[in-house]
C-alpha cells in the first residue's frame, strides 16, 4: 500500500475494535474459561471476500462454522435445515413460494419494502413470525424495523446463498475470538500510526489551516483531514458547523439500540438438546401480530464449553443473575430504502472531512464497514491493498458504484 502520510488514530475505548468485542467468559465447576464474540462473529467467505483478503493478509487463524437457525414457539421448534418440528402447512407453503418468488424480487426497487411485498402477496403471519423474521434478526439484529428492509435485498441474499431455509450455511470465524484478528492489525499500526486509546474525541473543526481535533483530554490538534469512522449520527454530533447537506445526509441515517448478554442461563435455548443451532430464536406470544417478537441467542460451541449463550435481550427476557457473565448495548443502523439511496458522495472530503463504517456508508456489515474505509483511503492516495484478488476487487467495485 502506498503511504498517505502520518496518521493518528483516536479511539474512545481503551482497546481498539468497537463492534469486534470478544469477551473471555471465566470458568465454572462444569466448564473451562473461553472466548465469545458478543459482536461482529461470522463472515462468508465468497460473499465477504474483502474481509477474506484481509484476515489473509494478518495471516489470522479461521474456521468454518456451519450456521443454522431454530425458532421455537410453545414447545414446537423449527429449525432451517430440516430438524425440528412441522409447524403449519401455510409455512412450509410460503417458504417454497419465497423461493421461488426470489429471481422476481431481486428486480424490485428498493421502495419496495418486505412488509408491503408480504402483504400484497398475503404471506402468512406464521412465515413471518417463524421462520424469515428469526433468521434476518439473526443478521440485522434490529428488530421494529427488520420488515422495512427492500425485499429485493432479502431476495439477493436467498439467490446467494447466505439465507437458506432447507440446509446450514458455511460461513467462518476468527479462531479464538475476533478480536485476535484486531490485535494483529493493531500490532501492524504500531509502527505507522500514532494509536491514542481511551481518548474520545469531542469536536472536529474545519478552518482554514486544516481539521482542528479536539479530545475529551482536552487535546486540540491540527490534521489535513479527518476521517471519521464512526456511526452517522456520532459523526453528525462531532462537527462543529455541519453544512445543510451534511445535517440532512448524516441525520437521516436512523439507529435501533440492542442490548446482548452473555450468560450461562439454558433456558433460552429449546428444551430439546439435539435442537440448538448457532441461532436460537425464541417467538413471544405478546402480540401475535407483530412481524417479529422475541429474543434471538447465540451459541457459538467452543471447545470445552457448551454452555454459553449471548442473547439479544427484549423486556420479557428473564435470565438468572448469578448465570450473567456481562451485558453489552450496541447500536444498528436501520436498513430501508434509504440506505440503498443516500449516498455521502456529497459530504465526503468537505472541509477536509471525511466518512466511513458501516454505520454511515453502506450496510452494517463487516465486508462495507472495511469496503468503506478502503474507500476514503484510496480517495486520499492510498493503493487499494487486495487488487490482485479477483474476487475481492470485484466486490470492492460493486461497493463502490452502489454506496461510495
Ligand atoms: C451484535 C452485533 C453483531 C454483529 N455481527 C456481525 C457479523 O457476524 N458479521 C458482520 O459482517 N457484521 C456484524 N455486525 C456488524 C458490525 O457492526 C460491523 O461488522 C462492523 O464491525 C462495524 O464496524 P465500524 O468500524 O463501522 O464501527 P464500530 O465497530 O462501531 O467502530 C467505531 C469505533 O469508533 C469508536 N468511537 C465512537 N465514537 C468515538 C469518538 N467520539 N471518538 C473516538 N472514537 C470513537 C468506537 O469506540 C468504536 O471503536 C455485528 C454488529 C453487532 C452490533
Known amino acids: 500500500m502506498s503511504s498517505i502520510g502520518e496518521v493518528a488514530v483516536y479511539e474512545a475505548n481503551a482497546e481498539l475494535g468497537g463492534h469486534v468485542c470478544t469477551v473471555d467468559v471465566p470458568a465454572n465447576a462444569h466448564s473451562e474459561a473461553v472466548p465469545v464474540d458478543v459482536g461482529f462473529q461470522l463472515y462468508h467467505a465468497t460473499h465477504n471476500p474483502n474481509v477474506r483478503a484481509l484476515l489473509d493478509l494478518l ?38 413460494r419465497f423461493i421461488a ?62 439465507i437458506s431455509f432447507s440446509g446450514a450455511t ?59 469512522a ?29 442490548t446482548l448478554v452473555v450468560h450461562r442461563d439454558e433456558r433460552v435455548m429449546p428444551a430439546r438438546r439435539e435442537l440448538w443451532r448457532y441461532g436460537n430464536f425464541r417467538v413471544s406470544s405478546a402480540d401475535p401480530q407483530a412481524d417479529l417478537s422475541g429474543e434471538m441467542t447465540y451459541w457459538q460451541p467452543r471447545p470445552g464449553d457448551p454452555s454459553v449463550f449471548v442473547t439479544v435481550i427484549t423486556e420479557a427476557t428473564e435470565l438468572d443473575p448469578d448465570k450473567v457473565v456481562s451485558e453489552h448495548r450496541w447500536r444498528h443502523r436501520i436498513i430501508d430504502h434509504h440506505t440503498f439511496e443516500a449516498r455521502l458522495s456529497p459530504i465526503q472530503g468537505q472541509g477536509g472531512v471525511w466518512y466511513c463504517g458501516g454505520h454511515a456508508v453502506g450496510l452494517p456489515v463487516h465486508e462495507h464497514a472495511l469496503c468503506s474505509g478502503l474507500a476514503v483511503a484510496e480517495a486520499l492516495g492510498a493503493s487499494y491493498p487486495f487488487a490482485d484478488d479477483t474476487q475481492a476487487a470485484q466486490a470492492y467495485a460493486q461497493f463502490k458504484t452502489h454506496f461510495a
Open 59 to 96: 495471516e489470522v487463524q479461521t474456521e468454518a462454522v456451519a450456521f443454522s437457525l431454530s425458532s421455537s414457539f410453545e414447545g414446537r421448534v423449527w429449525t432451517n435445515d430440516g430438524g425440528g418440528d412441522r409447524v403449519s402447512a401455510a409455512l412450509d407453503g410460503d417458504i417454497a
Open 230 to 258: 464512526v456511526d452517522a449520527a456520532t459523526a453528525l454530533s462531532l462537527l462543529a458547523a455541519p453544512s445543510e447537506p451534511e445535517r440532512a445526509l448524516l441525520g437521516s441515517i436512523r439507529f435501533e439500540p440492542s
Open 101 to 162: 418468488d426470489a429471481p422476481m424480487m431481486v428486480h424490485l426497487p428498493p421502495q419496495v419494502s418486505l412488509r408491503a411485498f408480504f402483504d400484497q402477496r398475503g404471506y402468512s403471519a406464521d412465515f413471518r413470525r417463524w421462520c424469515l423474521g428469526p433468521i434476518l434478526s439473526f443478521w440485522w439484529v434490529s428488530r421494529a424495523a427488520l420488515f422495512e428492509l427492500p425485499a429485493f435485498a432479502v431476495a439477493a441474499g436467498v439467490l446467494q446463498g447466505a
Open 170 to 228: 458455511e460461513y467462518r470465524a476468527v479462531s479464538g475470538g475476533a478480536r485476535a484478528y484486531i490485535q494483529r492489525l493493531a500490532a501492524r499500526l504500531e509502527g505507522q500510526a500514532r494509536l491514542r486509546l481511551a481518548t474520545p474525541v469531542i469536536r472536529i473543526e474545519r478552518a482554514a489551516d486544516g481539521v482542528w481535533v479536539e479530545d475529551a483530554g482536552g487535546g486540540r490538534a491540527r490534521f489535513d483531514r479527518a476521517v471519521l
